[in-house]
């Protein structure tokens, strides 16, 4: 079995958001040891010298620096996980990411996001597409009747109090439940006036002690408001789908890769904020939590063929396009076997002065070909 480092962005430590994946490589036999990356808050990134002796190195999110350009002259099986939100996407037009991706022509990329598959893909770095679902909890004890709304305010600059009431406009809430606790780093939420707490029967929270506790409040909802205008996986609408909600979410990634508006959830316009229908959310509910269903059997569905991409050495999704490091490991992550050591590529790999000079014998030996060529 293989030895793993799995390097993850520290705030990922709280949330517990990305475990699943641990999960599933410790549950097949591997080896899996985690590395915190706390850079983000002025800590200690995670260096590449802690990682590189593991069989395979997986980066979520966060990732190492090299020396070197390429993940690919470094180690012979690197798996990047980039998460879409942090993109940034819903801002506007992507800036050109041929910096950001060079790193990783060479290597894998695993990505949670179609969106994302196709932008890596298109860069020329192989990429696994798999879509995420969480297992699935009972169904809650759904309100009788009328509208109960959920709402956790994470970013007050990105969807705020403000926003939510300009979605509701003049539907009647039985219940309307604030959870008022910023993400690290971001604006203090502006609370909802007196009036409003009385027009949309507002109750409001900052903090649970435990999560069962916060669990029952988001139990008794129908409606789901997300948090964010973006999400990595998604992991607080995935669930709201899996308890049998309504969604309600920008139309932005990764909410409009699982909701098809009108169909199992909502989407709106996070630039023309307007009043939203809420008369068919019990239906859209079922069918999300039908959705989450049908999504959770695929994703196990899928297991083997996901750690099958993660196993196998980053060379074999190449066709020898790229030199990589003299050993790789085997698919099944047991042993080492020998690639070819010979030529200009090696030498180039091994010493730096071939590869700092290659501007000046590349052109010869070119010329050289085309001459016996001929």
């Not at 507002?202 to 029952?216: G, P, R, V, Y």
């Not at 988001?218 to 997300?226: G, K, S, T, W, Y």
């Not at 994703?299 to 196993?311: D, G, M, S, V």
């Not at 003299?326 to 050591?341: F, H, K, M, N, Y």
Request: hydrophobic residues 40%.
């Amino acid at each position: 079995m293989a030895r793993i480092a799995y390097v993850d962005h520290s705030y990922h430590r709280s949330t517990r958001s990305t475990g699943f994946l641990v999960e599933v490589l410790r549950r097949h036999g591997h080896v899996v040891d985690l590395f915190w990356h706390d850079a983000w808050q002025g800590g200690p990134p995670v260096a590449w010298s802690e990682v590189k002796a593991y069989d395979i190195v997986i980066m979520f999110q966060s990732y190492c620096q090299l020396r070197n350009r390429h993940f690919r002259d470094a180690h012979p099986n690197v798996v990047y996980i980039p998460m879409l939100d942090q993109f940034g996407l819903w801002q506007g037009p992507m800036l050109n990411l041929v910096e950001f991706w060079e790193p990783f022509q060479g290597s894998k990329v695993l990505n949670f996001s179609n969106a994302l598959h196709c932008m890596t893909e298109g860069f020329g770095i192989a990429s696994h597409f798999v879509r995420y679902y969480q297992p699935l909890r009972p169904l809650p004890t759904a309100p009788q009747e009328g509208l109960h709304g959920f709402f956790w305010l994470r970013r007050e600059l990105q969807i705020s109090w403000r926003s939510i009431k300009q979605l509701i406009g003049d539907a009647r809430f039985d219940s309307l439940h604030l959870h008022l606790a910023v993400d690290p780093g971001t604006a203090p939420p502006e609370l909802p006036s007196e009036e409003d707490i009385a027009r949309y029967r507002i109750t409001t929270s900052t903090w649970f002690k435990n999560k069962a506790d916060l669990d029952a409040v988001m139990d008794r909802a129908n409606v789901f408001f997300a948090s964010r205008p973006g999400e990595g996986i998604g992991q607080s609408f995935l669930e709201a789908m899996g308890r049998g909600q309504c969604v309600v979410a920008p139309n932005q990634g990764t909410m409009n890769e699982y909701i098809l508006p009108g169909v199992n959830g909502l989407l709106y316009d996070l630039d023309d904020l307007r009043p939203i229908d809420f008369s068919n959310v019990r239906a859209l509910g079922a069918r999300a939590r039908q959705s989450a269903e049908v999504g959770r059997e695929q994703w196990e569905a899928t297991e083997k063929a996901l750690l099958r991409f993660i196993l196998t050495p980053s060379q074999a999704f190449y066709a020898g396009k790229y030199q990589h490091p003299t050993l790789r490991l085997s698919a099944e992550g047991s042993r080492d076997i020998p690639l070819p050591s010979t030529g200009l590529r090696a030498l180039a790999q091994r010493y730096s002065l071939f590869r700092k000079t290659r501007a000046i014998w590349h052109p010869l030996v070119r010329i050289a070909r085309h001459v016996v060529g001929r």
